[in-house]
């Protein structure tokens, strides 16, 4: 079973379609039993960070997403589905997180537009599975504000360039999240999907 985590996420539906235009099923939920029991979890995200936790304790998640990760399945974090997996975040002053990936979520800085809508090139910084038939410095779509700086800079897989150098792309073991919305991202983001899907699923559209 695909797991698309339904916190209340207002992009939900869209992530949703994108998996089904590939010829997967997924099933939306917003049940904890649903995601132990799960080949591969995405957690969707729209909205504030802060917001998004509350909803995700209130729901029973939270301890799910924590259960999900540390049994090594895999998961796919989107926008601020990647944001709330870190330690705290800055927006609306200071709040804790998931606690899952060591880091703090940074307003962009100063000066710059914000927030950061539209089209933006993802570098990729390791060969992994989730770029296969992807080019490096290919562009996606882009919605946010606030942006992820982990402690290890290592498992910034892709970086974009907005103002400073953004880690667009997070892998760490079973556990990957983008800070743009593939499901937004024309051809390239449904590449993203399948890539991540057909490792973990090795073929099965269950």
Same mark, same amino acid.
């Given at each position: 079973?695909?797991?698309?985590?339904?916190?209340?996420?207002?992009?939900?539906?869209?992530?949703? $379609?994108?998996?089904?235009?590939?010829?997967?099923?997924?099933?939306?939920?917003?049940?904890?039993?649903?995601? %132990?029991?799960?080949? @591969?979890?995405?957690?969707?995200?729209?909205?504030?960070?802060?917001?998004?936790?509350?909803?995700?304790?209130?729901?029973?998640?939270?301890?799910?997403?924590?259960?999900?990760?540390?049994?090594?399945?895999?998961?796919?974090?989107?926008?601020?589905?990647?944001?709330? %997996?870190?330690?705290?975040?800055?927006?609306?002053?200071?709040?804790?997180?998931?606690?899952?990936?060591?880091?703090?979520?940074?307003?962009?800085?100063?000066?710059?537009?914000?927030?950061?809508?539209?089209?933006?090139?993802? $570098?990729?910084?390791?060969?992994?599975?989730?770029?296969?038939?992807?080019?490096?410095?290919?562009?996606?779509?882009?919605?946010?504000?606030?942006?992820?700086?982990?402690?290890?800079?290592?498992?910034?897989?892709?970086?974009?360039?907005?103002?400073?150098?953004?880690?667009?792309?997070?892998?760490?073991? $079973?556990?990957?999240?983008?800070?743009?919305?593939?499901?937004?991202?024309?051809?390239?983001? %449904?590449?993203?999907?399948? $890539?991540? %899907?057909?490792?973990?699923?090795?073929?099965?559209? @269950?």
């Amino acid at each position: 079973m695909i797991a698309v985590i339904d916190h209340g996420a207002g992009n939900l539906r869209s992530v949703a $379609n994108a998996i089904v235009k590939l010829g997967y099923k997924p099933t939306v939920t917003s049940n904890p039993s649903d995601l %132990l029991g799960a080949a @591969a979890v995405i957690l969707p995200g729209v909205g504030a960070a802060a917001g998004t936790v509350r909803n995700l304790e209130r729901l029973g998640l939270s301890e799910a997403i924590r259960r999900v990760v540390a049994d090594g399945t895999p998961m796919l974090a989107i926008c601020v589905g990647m944001q709330v %997996l870190f330690d705290e975040t800055e927006e609306g002053g200071r709040h804790r997180c998931l606690g899952i990936i060591p880091g703090v979520v940074r307003r962009l800085p100063p000066g710059l537009k914000i927030p950061h809508i539209g089209w933006n090139q993802v $570098n990729q910084k390791i060969n992994h599975p989730l770029f296969d038939s992807i080019p490096d410095g290919a562009n996606f779509y882009f919605v946010h504000s606030y942006c992820a700086a982990p402690d290890d800079i290592s498992v910034a897989a892709g970086t974009t360039e907005y103002g400073v150098s953004i880690c667009s792309v997070f892998v760490s073991g $079973n556990l990957v999240g983008t800070q743009f919305h593939p499901e937004k991202s024309g051809e390239y983001g %449904l590449r993203m999907y399948d $890539n991540f %899907l057909k490792t973990v699923l090795k073929g099965s559209r @269950a």
